[in-house]
């Protein structure tokens, strides 16, 4: 079957630091790839996708490359604010099945 | 602005009381989804739908149904609360598009806990 396997957290950085969140996965055919980010005390809401190899999804200074020869999709971003301080979730939609990794739990200090 | 609406940010229910959480999306999605979130867990499929009246067993159905009347409504059922089912319960809805995969969309989330 499907599945997700995220870097394991909690992850602290200073601000203005370099962000990279691993994420692989393995999966049957062809399926898109996600990052959800969850906010204290919120719901999950989508941060950026990519649905096929090479593409690169992008929103609000993040970025993700979807890799098929590595099945990665390694979450970056350039200089990270106190405002990104959430937890994110690779997943990924095969078949309408959706399969989310474990979440990495993001704090960023002043 | 698409909107998944829990009806309650957070629950206290007594072991044994009858539950029910409620999920309206004002989308026109076809699926629908329930969804615990637990410390070291991650999210957990309880149960999906793909159609009025349609439900498909997720990974843990077990001391869980659902009902789903309407498109727009999809009821997650505790039918006799247990404290190991106090958790964050996460509703969803997508899309459903031949040979697209397509993105969820999240409730804010109801935090149960069971005394």
């Known amino acids: 079957g499907n599945s997700v396997t995220q870097m394991e957290g909690p992850v602290t950085l200073s601000e203005e630091a370099f962000l990279t969140i691993n994420c692989t996965y393995t999966?049957?055919?062809?399926?898109?790839l996600f990052w959800y980010v969850q906010y204290p005390g919120e719901g999950l809401q989508l941060l950026l996708k990519a649905t096929k190899a090479d593409d690169k999804g992008s929103n609000k200074g993040f970025e993700a490359t979807y890799r098929k020869e590595t099945t990665s999709f390694h979450l970056e971003k350039g200089s990270v604010q106190v405002s990104d301080s959430a937890v994110y979730f690779c997943a990924l939609k095969g078949a309408g099945k959706s399969t989310f990794g474990d979440g990495t739990t993001l704090t960023v200090k002043p | 602005d698409v909107k998944v609406t829990q009806s309650s940010r957070y629950l206290v229910k007594r072991t044994g009381e009858k539950v029910f959480l409620e999920c309206v999306q004002d989308?026109?999605?076809?699926?629908m989804f329930w969804y615990r979130q637990d410390p070291g867990l991650g999210l957990r499929l309880i149960y999906f739908s793909y159609d009025v009246k349609m439900k498909e067993k997720g990974d843990i159905p077990e001391g869980y149904s659902v009902s789903r009347e309407k498109k727009e409504r999809f009821s997650l059922i505790l039918e006799s609360a247990s404290t190991n089912q106090t958790s964050m319960y996460l509703c969803?809805?997508?899309?459903?598009?031949?040979?697209?995969?397509?993105?969820?969309?999240f409730g804010q989330g109801t935090r149960l806990t069971v005394v």
């Open positions: 999966a049957t055919g062809y399926p898109s």
């Open positions: 989308m026109d999605h076809e699926n």
């Open positions: 969803a809805s997508s899309f459903a598009r031949q040979g697209l995969n397509t993105e969820a969309f």
